[in-house]
């Protein structure tokens, strides 16, 4: 007979691996772009750091990645990027300054951002597409299957806006860089020009003093579900629970209205593989559960 303690030890143990299976989050990175995209990643201060941390996304792949409970960090699509004869690897726009695919540190603005908290206040997941920090490609964030807490909706910023920017903020590309010499990025007021008033700084380091701009309405008004200056919480932040997150970059404006949750829009020409370049046939739900079963079977039958 199999004592108690092991069987409640054991039973308690693939109830916390099966929990830990629903708590987790999967996040679908696509590139619906006509080009390479290269993700980065950075996790927030005392979080899991991801794994990897930069990545290659090839036109019309997507790629998952397991993301823990509580997880709180920022995404963003790096562009033109390439290797010197050193194996320097540097990008045009959103370099992340580690000279490596993988990235040590954050983006170089300007950038197109997908933030996240999850699991935060209340168990929600809090998410935002930020132009905070300027703009360099249009990104959707869109849940997963959540229970609809909040304002569980699809947000970010899926028109180029490198055509239209300000003359004074644009970003360009030497030619030689790969950028074929026109806008690569569109910068924020505050990179520009370095002003308090721009940067919500010093004296204007307030909700009540810093307001918005000509500047940053041009981003609010292109895409008015993403932050366009750092007090612009009342429409661009989102809360969501227990949900997996599809970020996709270049999304077609027709599958960003499809934002209530449902599943991703996107075109048959996306692939789905694994970190290692596989195809992806299944999570860790299913196994971990056909574990749970097989362990509490072997203990009753030796009951």
């Not at 303690?5 to 693939?14: E, I, K, R």
């Not at 010197?84 to 959103?94: I, R």
């Not at 993403?226 to 009342?234: N, P, T």
Request: aromatic share 10%; charged share 10%; with cysteine.
């Amino acid at each position: 007979m199999a004592k108690p303690q092991v069987f409640l030890a054991l039973f308690c143990l693939c109830s916390v691996f099966l929990i830990s299976g629903v708590l987790s989050a999967t996040f679908t990175l696509v590139n619906q772009c006509s080009y390479t995209v290269w993700p980065g990643i950075l996790s927030g201060a005392g979080t899991t750091q991801l794994s990897p941390t930069g990545l290659q996304l090839n036109p019309g792949q997507a790629i998952p990645i397991s993301v823990p409970a509580g997880w709180s960090g920022r995404l963003w699509g790096r562009t033109f990027c390439s290797q010197d004869s050193t194996g320097k690897f540097t990008c045009v726009t959103g370099d992340c300054g580690s000279g490596t695919l993988e990235c040590t540190g954050g983006a170089a603005p300007p950038a197109t951002l997908a933030e996240f908290t999850l699991n935060g206040a209340g168990g929600l997941d809090f998410y935002d597409v930020s132009l905070v920090d300027g703009y360099n490609l249009p990104m959707l964030v869109s849940p997963q299957g959540g229970t609809g807490a909040g304002n569980c909706s699809a947000t970010g910023c899926v028109v180029d806006l490198n055509g239209p920017c300000p003359a004074e903020l644009k970003m360009m590309s030497t030619g030689s860089d790969g950028g074929g010499g026109e806008c690569v990025a569109c910068k924020s007021a505050c990179e520009a020009f370095g002003n308090p008033r721009y940067c919500c700084s010093g004296p204007y380091a307030t909700p009540d003093t810093c307001m918005p701009t000509d500047y940053s309405e041009f981003f609010k008004s292109s895409c008015p579900r993403a932050y366009s200056y750092a007090y612009d919480d009342g429409t661009s932040t989102f809360t969501c629970a227990s949900a997996d997150y599809v970020i996709t970059f270049c999304p077609a404006p027709a599958a960003s209205q499809k934002s209530s949750g449902g599943q991703y829009a996107g075109g048959s020409n996306v692939s789905l593989v694994s970190n290692s370049g596989s195809t992806l046939t299944s999570g860790p739900l299913p196994f971990l559960t056909s574990l749970m079963i097989t362990i509490i079977a072997a203990l009753w039958k030796f009951h």
